[in-house]
């Protein structure tokens, strides 16, 4: 037995204010996520000198997202996920603040910028497909 659903038409998708809020903050909240990425590399190589540390800060970061997962999904439940993506979101713009003071060799410091960063991406992979 088969059942079968028709998608809704974009348009029709669009059309709806809630839908369309729901994008424009997803689009807000992954610009400066894609900005980053990009200048990632970059941004260890020549302001922070630590070419060969690369491979590690992306580690951490990229594990500090997967950890973070399970305190997100707690937080979502206790408080609801649409503040907690708040939180998630301030973390994540007091990181990259944060990043802007750094100097030549401050690897330890970018450590915890990947971390606290990483842990912010956690949330926005969670909450937001979920509040989707």
Do not use: H, K, Y
């Amino acid at each position: 037995m088969t059942i079968s659903r028709r998608a809704a038409p974009l348009t029709a998708l669009l059309g709806d204010p809630v839908v369309r809020r729901f994008l424009l903050l997803a689009f807000l909240n992954a610009a400066p996520v894609a900005v980053t990425s990009t200048l990632f590399v970059f941004f260890v190589e020549a302001r922070l000198e630590l070419a060969s540390q690369t491979g590690v800060f992306l580690v951490l970061f990229f594990a500090a997202a997967a950890a973070s997962t399970p305190g997100w999904r707690r937080l979502a439940v206790r408080f609801g996920p649409r503040r907690t993506l708040g939180l998630g979101m301030g973390l994540a713009i007091a990181s990259f603040i944060w990043a802007f003071t750094l100097c030549p060799g401050d690897g330890a410091a970018f450590a915890l910028i990947c971390l606290a960063s990483g842990a912010a991406l956690g949330a926005d992979m969670l909450l937001l497909p979920a509040m989707f």
